[in-house]
Structures are given as structure tokens and as C-alpha cells.
């Protein structure tokens, strides 16, 4: 009689490393947060490239037009090799004296101004003149129709106009900076790359092929289809070091020095600017020195670079490897089966790690290795369930092997990847910090941002352990959203109880010696549910996926109310409605642009 059983483990070690290989292909990079967090640690082996030739002039917040012009002008006079505008001068355009200044030391210096895309129709100038040769492939470039740029008579003194706009993934993290964006019918280099060229006293940059790269000087770097570099990010020690504040530079000619045949960049790490982003080293990580990392790894000639055919190369170990352990699983016994798949795990591993540190090219460390373990057991137990006939205990431990997760649920279900615009019901959970520009005013630059990054660790860590998405971290303010992108059972409750737990360590971190010398504020949170229009909006596909409705500014309305309830959780009528969490009415408050409205707080934390 015939052991239909026989061929079954090599049949489930094949079934996994062909799903597998086909997750790899078909799921991208941005919408599998694994892959990327094994890049990103990948990207952390590599050397950080110098900084000696960068120097980064942070202006802090406030800063005025007249100050801006005394500081270009210092800037200018120090006679660096190029200088970079993280900032956009797009008001006050009037014709005066101080605008003829800052002009003036526009044109004193090779100068790039910072734009940001747009949905109006504004076109920055002077546009690059960039040289594209035949067969150019970029079907996912940064297109909008377009910008906030400078003022003409800035523009008219300026070597250059570049996009600073920076989009993070669907977990909100930076990781790329635009090599190349359209706007209107013109093409523009990003800050970095077109400081760079200033610096080089580069001609016109040349773009060509398929995956497309770009020669700015020397060899050309690979941009791939969305035009983009990927960058290291630096640490805040690098940040301190290659950083001068802009008073001190006004105040002390002597530090003007160390802008002399460097690359210039400015701009601001203060909150209220609205310049700080989640990158893989720290979730406040000033925009002015990404823009700087980038430029940096630009002039070494070594940029960490995802190559198109990698996703290929990971999905064919995965799928021959998968079958290999397969073979293994059934011809050996399982400690010698385990001990040969271990060993081929860390060969991969060793792989990625050297091929990173030799060439900074990327290949997944995490999925590969996953599947592989995941082939071999699933071998390794379908054989044991086969020798001992028990096919209920052999299907039960196999179906061990696959949990239901976020990126199952994806790959079962493609229309949860729908971001071009949806609708559906969502949770919001804002939150903000009671004075927190008063309580760190005066605050060391490297404390503040130490502290910045604490905070919002431990708050980001609590939202995605809770199943939330962090849309966006602005200032010293969290938005997180609930059942979005992707559904989210008992997302109310969910958002309840990630709030609570939020509050918790708000008020132990704020509790601490050295944070109620500075009298650091408590934690404001706002929760609120309804439907809400999802998807990638602003100025191009890439900008921001994000929500709009109702809902969403209740939320931001309720967690403002809490200063005025004494509160410190405020919920709304539409997730209250729908929550099982046991709550305690807090009343009925005028909230601006919805009346009259009652308000619940969590019986947890009243």
C-alpha cells in the first residue's frame, strides 16, 4: 500500500519557501516593516561617513527676516564651498532693505533654496538643468503640480532651487531623501544631491537608464524608479559635533572659521518649527541633518543602496533554500536537521553583513532567514507526524507555524493596501505636552533632543504594541490612528487602553528627578471615532498618507480640552459609543466647530 504520507513533508518545506519567495516578490519594501527594520540595522553596521566637510547652522525657532540676513551674510563672508536652505524664504517678499541684503549675500556664495512640494501651481527657479540619456525609467519620481519656493529676488541671486520635502513609510520612518522631483513640466535635484554639485562645481547633472541612476560627479549612483537615496542616519553626538547655533555665529566672528570651504547647511532642530522626523535612530531627527547625512554619504561616494533585482535575489534563496531544508528535514534526524538549517540562517546572515559592509548594498537579512527555519521546520515536523501516523497532531503543529499576523492578512487580502483614498471607520489618538517650549526653554541642544527621543520612544513603542499607526510626530505632538491601514478588531478599545498605558508612562517619565527640575508638562490625550478619508494626499502619491474628517479633528479638539477639564484622557461621543471599556462621563463642554459635545474619561485612569 502506498505511503501517501511520504512525500508530504517536502511537499509543506516547498509550500512555505514558494509563499515565501512570493511574499518577498510581490510585498514592497514600505509595506513590510520587517524588511525594513532588518535593512535599517544592516545600514547601522556601515561606517557613518565624515562629517568633516558638513557643517549644519541651526537657527533654533523665531527667527526673523533681519536676522536671517545678518546671518547669510556671515555665511557668505566665511566664503564656504556651497550653502543649502532647509528653510523656505516664501514670505515677506516686498521690496526692502533687509530682503536686498539677503539677496545679496545669496549671490555672494553658490546657494540652493529649499522648497517644498505643493499642491498650487507655484514653479520654483531657476529649474535645474539636468541631461537625461535614452531608456530613462522612473515611473515612481515625486511629481506635483507645485511648490513653495522662495521669493524671486532670492531665487534670482541663488545658484539653485531644490526640493527639502522628506516622506517616511507606512510606519512613518525616514529612510530616503528625493534625488530628483518634477514639479509643473521641470525636473529639480533634491537639497542634498544639489548642494553637493555646488560644492563639486559640477555642470549639469546626467540622469539615464533602467533602474535609473544620476552623475552628479564621479561615478553615478543608482536612484532607482521613485528617484530616491536612501541615507544613514546620523547619531545626535554626530549631530552636536557638525552643528553651530546661529546666535553663536552672529555673536562670535571667530566661529565663523569653521564654515570656510565647507558645505552649509540650515536650518532648524526646534520643534515648533515643525522639522523633526522619525528616522531609525531617533524619532526626532532634524530634517536640516538629514539633508546633511545624505550629503555626506554623497561626498564618501557610499550610500546603503536597496538594488532593483534584490527582492529577486532574496525571494530565490528563500524558495531554493526552503527546498533544501526540505530535503534536509526528511533525510536527517531532527537535532542534526536543526543544527544544518542553524548553520545555513547564519551563513545568509553573514552574507548580508558582509555584502553591506563591502559595497553597502542591501539584501533582507530577516525574511529569508525566516523562511528557511520556517521550511525546515515545517520538514522537520511533518516528518516526525508522519513516522508516528498522527495526522491530527501533524496538522495542528504545522498550523503552529503560520500565525495570523498584519502581513498575512495582507497577503490574503490586496485591497488592504489601498492607499489611494478610501474611506472607513477610524480611531484618532492625539497627544501634546502641557508648556513644553516654556519647561526645556534654555534647555542644551543635545539634552533636549536626549530627552525628546526618550519621550517619544517609549510613546511610540506603547501605540505599536497596541496595533496603532503613527501618523505623525509634529513638535512635541503624537497623532496615532486605529484600524488603519489595515482592520483592526476592537480598535476603540484598543485606543482606550494604548491611551491609558500612554498616560502611565507619561507621568512616570515626567515624574523623574531631572524632568520635574524642568518642570516638564503632563501628557494631553485626545481619542475620538468616526469615518475618515484615507489615503496618500498632498502634493504627490509619496507625501503623506494620512486622514481627513471629522473625527480626526475632534480628536486634536479633545485632547485640548483637557487642560481646561483637569483631565488628562479625553474621549468623544463616537468612541464612546462604540467602546466596552468601562467609562466615566466628564460632563458636556463647547468644543470649537461642533457645539455643544459630552465627554467621557477611562474609569482606569479617573
Not at 219 to 236: C, H, Y
Not at 496 to 524: H, K, S, Y
Request: one cysteine or more.
Amino acid at each position: 500500500m502506498l505511503d501517501w504520507w511520504r512525500g508530504l513533508p517536502m511537499l509543506v518545506a516547498a509550500s512555505v519557501a514558494m509563499l515565501g519567495a512570493a511574499l518577498i516578490v510581490l510585498l514592497p519594501d514600505d509595506a513590510a516593516p520587517w524588511r525594513e527594520t532588518g535593512l535599517d540595522r544592516l545600514v547601522g553596521l556601515m561606517p557613518l561617513p565624515s562629517s568633516d566637510e558638513i557643517v549644519v547652522v541651526d537657527i533654533g525657532a523665531g527667527w526673523s527676516r533681519s536676522q536671517t540676513a545678518r546671518l547669510m551674510t556671515t555665511i557668505a563672508d566665511a566664503k564656504p564651498k556651497a550653502v543649502a536652505l532647509d528653510i523656505v524664504l516664501s514670505a515677506d517678499c516686498a521690496v526692502s532693505a533687509t530682503n536686498q541684503t539677503l539677496a545679496m549675500a545669496i549671490a555672494k556664495v553658490p546657494t540652493t533654496l529649499g522648497f517644498l512640494l505643493a499642491s498650487g501651481d507655484g514653479q520654483p527657479r531657476p529649474p535645474a538643468n539636468i541631461a537625461a540619456s535614452q531608456g530613462l525609467a522612473l515611473p515612481l519620481i515625486w511629481q506635483a503640480p507645485g511648490a513653495e519656493h522662495a521669493c524671486p529676488s532670492f531665487e534670482s541671486a541663488a545658484a539653485g532651487s531644490a526640493a527639502a520635502s522628506l516622506a517616511g513609510g507606512m510606519d512613518a520612518i525616514i529612510r530616503e531623501a528625493p534625488a530628483l522631483v518634477v514639479v509643473g513640466d521641470s525636473a529639480y535635484l533634491g537639497l542634498a544631491a544639489d548642494v553637493v554639485r555646488l560644492a563639486k562645481g559640477s555642470g549639469s547633472p546626467l540622469i539615464g537608464g533602467d533602474p535609473a541612476w544620476l552623475r552628479i560627479f564621479g561615478a553615478p549612483v543608482e536612484i532607482g524608479p521613485s528617484a530616491s537615496l536612501r541615507f544613514q542616519p546620523g547619531s545626535p553626538a554626530q549631530w552636536q559635533t557638525r552643528t553651530v547655533a546661529a546666535a553663536t555665529l552672529l555673536d562670535d566672528e571667530t566661529v565663523a572659521q569653521r564654515l570656510t570651504d565647507k558645505l552649509v547647511f540650515v536650518g532648524s532642530s526646534a520643534p515648533g518649527a515643525g522639522a523633526l522626523r522619525a528616522t531609525a535612530t531617533s524619532p526626532v531627527h532634524p530634517s536640516v541633518h538629514i539633508h546633511a547625512d545624505l550629503a555626506a554619504g554623497l561626498l564618501a561616494g557610499r550610500l546603503p543602496l536597496r538594488h532593483g533585482n534584490a527582492n529577486a535575489i532574496e525571494a530565490g534563496v528563500a524558495l531554493l533554500g526552503g527546498l533544501g531544508v526540505g530535503v534536509v528535514g526528511i533525510v536527517l534526524a531532527p537535532l542534526f536537521a536543526g543544527m544544518v538549517i542553524i548553520g545555513l540562517v547564519l551563513a545568509w546572515l553573514a552574507t548580508t553583513t558582509g555584502y553591506v559592509l563591502q559595497t553597502g548594498g542591501l539584501l533582507d537579512p530577516i525574511e529569508p532567514a525566516t523562511i528557511l527555519v520556517l521550511a525546515g521546520l515545517a520538514a522537520i515536523l511533518t516528518q516526525a507526524a508522519r513516522t508516528r501516523r498522527a495526522e491530527t497532531a501533524m496538522r495542528r503543529r504545522i498550523g503552529q507555524l503560520l500565525p495570523p499576523d498584519v502581513v498575512a492578512r495582507f497577503v490574503r487580502e490586496p485591497n488592504l493596501l489601498r492607499l489611494e483614498g478610501e474611506e472607513r471607520q477610524v480611531t484618532a489618538l492625539f497627544t501634546d505636552i502641557e508648556g513644553f517650549t516654556q519647561s526645556l526653554q534654555g534647555v542644551e541642544p543635545r539634552r533636549f533632543v536626549g530627552i525628546l527621543d526618550a519621550y517619544f520612544s517609549g510613546m511610540t513603542r506603547i501605540v505599536l504594541a497596541h496595533g496603532g499607526m503613527i501618523d505623525k510626530l509634529v513638535g512635541d505632538a503624537m497623532h496615532a490612528l486605529f484600524n488603519a491601514p489595515a482592520d483592526l478588531d476592537n480598535h476603540v478599545d484598543k485606543a482606550i487602553a494604548c491611551a491609558v498605558e500612554m498616560q502611565v508612562f507619561a507621568e512616570a517619565f515626567r515624574l523623574q528627578p531631572d524632568m520635574q527640575a524642568l518642570n516638564f508638562g503632563r501628557t494631553r490625550i485626545g481619542i475620538e471615532t468616526g469615518m475618515v478619508i484615507l489615503g496618500d494626499v498632498g502634493a504627490a502619491d509619496k507625501i503623506d498618507y494620512t486622514a481627513h474628517g471629522p473625527a480626526i479633528n475632534m480628536a486634536a479638539r479633545l485632547e485640548e480640552a483637557n487642560k481646561a477639564l483637569g483631565s488628562s484622557i479625553c474621549i468623544g461621543p463616537g468612541a464612546a459609543a462604540l467602546a466596552t471599556t468601562k467609562l466615566v462621563a466628564a460632563g458636556t463642554i463647547d468644543i470649537r466647530g461642533f457645539g455643544s459635545v459630552a465627554v467621557y474619561n477611562p474609569a482606569a485612569s479617573a
